[in-house]
Nanobody, 130 residues
Framework: DVQLQASGGGLVQAGGSLRLSCLVS????????IGWFRQAPGKERAGVSC????????YYADSVKGRFTISADNAKNTVYLQMNSLKPEDTAVYYC???????????????????????WGQGTQVTVSS
């Protein structure tokens, strides 16, 4: 069974850092694109950052470029999201998700087409205080 388990959320002051982890099982990171998504109250779930371990390609939403870094540790079956310089507007529930990219697909598609993703982990709350 494909399973994803997100962890690492918490309460942090503006300017602080957190590292989220997404532990996956039932598949190899080389075979799936993995993404981090977030949903704030009253807003739609949106892609934050995605990675395709098969070619190390990555995608970042404009709002997090230069502050967040996504990485994958295939040996640990874990994808990380290092979040630095956090802002109150980063407050949301963060989810990780996985998909097999279709032929010709690129990792930015994973982050942009939220509705087509099937495999999701549970959310982890990130709260940034001002």
């Amino acid at each position: 069974d494909v399973q994803l388990q997100a962890s690492g959320g918490g309460l942090v002051q503006a300017g602080g850092s957190l590292r989220l982890s997404c532990l996956v099982s039932g598949f190899s990171l080389d075979d799936y694109a993995i993404g981090w998504f977030r949903q704030a109250p009253g807003k739609e779930r949106a892609g934050v950052s995605c990675i395709d371990s098969s070619d190390d390609s990555t995608y970042y939403a404009d709002s997090v470029k230069g502050r967040f870094t996504i990485s994958a540790d295939n040996a640990k079956n874990t994808v990380y999201l290092q979040m630095n310089s956090l802002k109150p507007e980063d407050t949301a529930v963060y989810y990780c998700a996985a998909e097999v990219l279709p032929p010709g697909g690129v990792v930015s598609d994973t982050c942009r087409r939220v509705a087509r993703l099937y495999y999701w982990g549970q959310g982890t709350q990130v709260t940034v205080s001002s």
